[in-house]
């Protein structure tokens, strides 16, 4: 699941440049043994990629939500892929990690 998830953010274009990047993919590997976590975002997946960077839980919601502007910005037509919907708007990051999560369990 690793290797295809790397695949799909350079994809979009969130590439390893952005913190981004490497939020999301540790987000993924969490969530992929506990996808109860997107229920409770901020307190308990953020606060467990914030420790495992030793950064704040607002450097990871910031930088995620940077990372999914960015594939806003560089690949529509994917990212509205990946969340199965016409997007008019890009999502919020709690939609845009569950889609990711469904999208790559075809993958898993």
Request: hydrophobic share 40%.
């Amino acid at each position: 699941m690793e290797r295809v998830t790397k695949e799909i953010l350079y994809a979009v274009g969130i590439t390893p440049r952005y913190k981004g990047h490497w939020y999301i993919e540790y987000s993924m590997h969490i969530l992929k043994h506990d996808e109860e976590l997107l229920y409770k975002i901020a307190a308990s997946l953020y606060s467990k990629v914030a420790a495992h960077y030793d950064v704040s839980i607002y450097s990871v919601e910031y930088d995620i939500r940077t990372a999914i502007i960015v594939a806003w910005k560089t690949n529509r037509n994917l990212l509205e892929e990946i969340c199965k919907v016409k997007l008019y708007k890009p999502p919020t990051n709690k939609e845009f990690l569950e889609n990711l999560l469904s999208y790559l369990r075809k993958y898993i």
